[in-house]
Each structure stands twice: as structure tokens, then as C-alpha cells.
């Protein structure tokens, strides 16, 4: 996944959202690709302690913001970001799956050229929807890309 990102938009100096951040691998790895400062939202008690302590671990403490948050509370309650990528792996079976790429893309949370990527399994499919541009498969997870042209 990164290196279909870094080939086709790269991620030096970018600013990420990591939604669902879990441990904060996705994070972690853009940091070390050149993303200049990651902002990680995850509900987890368990992810907060994580991602803090590799933050430490990283010395990038200075570029990783967790916010503490169920990702639809984020959504709603936080101003829109301008964020050059911005990953969503949730849940399989979170029921905002569907309407995620409506909810980013028709709000100012992606830069424009930004790219919304989403980590999702076969119940969902957004290859009919026109605005993906990437869909492919890795194992049980499928990677979709959602670049934000800016309303064109």
C-alpha cells in the first residue's frame, strides 16, 4: 500500500489522519516514509497507551498527535483538517464502511489532490464508484483509493 502511494503521490512532508489507528502501525510507517506529523484518532484506551509509547520508542513525539475518540464523534465534533492522506482501517464490520468516502470527500478534511485510503474486506466494494481509483486485494484485506479533486 505505501508503495503504491509513494509512486503515484509520495508522502514526503505530508500531513496524515490515521482514523481507527489501532497501534498506530499505518502511522508509524508514514512517519518513516517522510510524513512530517501523523494525527491519530482511535477510541482504545489500549491504542492510546500503545501509540504514546511509540511515539517514545520512534523519539516522534513531536509528530504524532492521538486523540482519544470513537471516529464519527471525531468526525462531527473536530473542525475538518487539511490533510494530504488521510487511512481508515476500521472494523469490518463498522456499519460506516459505506458512506466513509461521502463523509470525507464532501467536507474539507482532505486537501485537495489529497487521498482518502480505506482498508476494508469483499462485503464492501467501491469499484462502481467512480471516484476510486485503486481497489486491490491483499490477502482478506482490499485497499481502496479515493483521491479528492477538489469537487471537479
Not at 487511512?87 to 458512506?99: E, H, L, M, S, V
Amino acid at each position: 500500500m505505501f508503495n503504491i502511494i509513494e509512486s503515484r503521490k509520495g508522502i514526503h512532508n505530508t500531513r496524515v489522519l490515521d482514523l481507527f489507528a489501532g497501534t498506530g502501525n499505518l502511522g508509524f510507517e508514514a512517519i518513516s516514509r517522510g510524513a512530517s506529523h501523523v494525527t491519530s484518532v482511535d477510541s482504545s484506551p489500549e491504542s492510546a497507551r500503545l501509540i504514546k509509547a511509540g511515539t517514545k520508542w520512534f523519539g516522534i513525539e513531536s509528530q504524532v498527535t492521538f486523540v482519544q475518540s470513537d471516529v464519527d464523534e471525531f468526525l462531527e465534533k473536530y473542525s475538518p483538517g487539511s490533510f494530504d492522506i488521510i487511512f481508515a482501517d476500521p472494523p469490518y464490520d463498522w456499519p460506516g464502511i459505506p458512506g466513509l468516502p461521502d463523509r470525507i470527500l464532501n467536507t474539507s478534511w482532505l486537501v485537495e489532490d489529497g487521498w482518502l485510503v480505506i482498508e476494508h474486506d469483499a462485503r464492501h466494494s467501491f469499484v462502481k464508484d467512480p471516484r476510486c481509483v485503486f481497489a486491490k486485494p491483499y490477502g482478506r484485506t482490499i485497499v481502496s483509493i479515493f483521491p479528492n479533486d477538489g469537487g471537479e
